[in-house]
């Protein structure tokens, strides 16, 4: 069965929680008696050791981590509060991961109407998890049209070169091959290529990654001579430094996209 890869393990879940280093200790007591800061320390600290047990491939203890997460979030915060949001995206993350696809996309509708309201960019991540939910689910004419309006939201907001516009195609692509769509996938790696080279370096290993699974792809529409041309190219990037911080999915359609 060919496998195709994700261009990063976990590009939904909100940049604060994985580069936070601090480890503070976790304070669940009543959350409205602290000061915002410490409950928003409190809550990405779950969600990063939720993070490490989806890295462990522990998806109900994630979740369960990032429920609380959200619940601290709710005693402290208001309910239109883009923290929250970026909770719920991590919680949604967990559940479809365990084909949960109904109360991800419920979560994810509730996430997307805080960043809406507040005008937050961060919308079009909210709405590509909901794309892929929308493919999970088989709707792919749905996923279609909210990876376009994630796409528009992310070029107005960073440009049409940017990592989040070039990491939503990448993902993108890696759904439509795992569906097996693989023109599509084409046509999606083959946009996204040059603008990851220009961000990454022609070398990259992330580049040397996805032009293995522009490969594939190409190799399962029978364009073999193309797909050997373009190994070669990837055969000169260099290594990733661990093999494990790339995601990866099956061709099936209800695979997970981690």
Do not use: W
Not at 154 to 168: I, L
């Amino acid at each position: 069965m060919t496998r195709y890869m994700y261009p990063l393990l976990l590009v939904l879940l909100p940049l604060c929680v994985m580069s936070c280093t601090a480890e503070p200790e976790l304070d669940l007591g009543p959350a409205r008696a602290r000061s915002r800061k410490d409950v928003v320390n409190t809550a990405r600290t779950l969600q990063r050791l939720a993070t490490d047990d989806i890295l462990q491939g522990d998806y109900e203890r994630a979740e369960s981590l990032n429920r609380q997460a959200v619940t601290v979030l709710e005693d402290a915060l208001p309910a239109d509060d883009v923290e929250l949001a970026a909770a719920l995206r991590n919680l949604a993350f967990a559940l479809r991961n365990q084909q949960k696809h109904s109360d991800a996309r419920q979560v994810l509708l509730r996430a997307l109407q805080i960043y809406q309201r507040a005008g937050d960019p961060d919308a079009g991540d909210a709405l590509v998890a909901l794309a892929m939910c929308s493919d999970d689910q088989g709707d792919q004419a749905r996923a279609d049209e909210l990876y376009r309006e994630a796409l528009a939201i992310q070029r107005e907001a960073y440009g049409p070169n940017s990592s989040q516009v070039t990491t939503t195609l990448l993902n993108q692509a890696a759904k439509k091959a795992a569906l097996e769509n693989y023109s599509q996938a084409e046509s999606l790696y083959r946009t996204a290529l040059p603008k990851l080279e220009n961000l990454a370096g022609p070398r990259h290993f992330l580049v040397g990654h996805t032009l293995e699974q522009l490969a594939r792809v190409c190799e399962e529409q029978g364009k073999v001579e193309e797909a050997q041309a373009i190994r070669e190219r990837a055969a000169k990037s260099d290594p990733a430094p661990h093999e494990s911080n790339v995601g990866e999915a099956t061709n099936s359609p209800g695979g997970s996209d981690r």
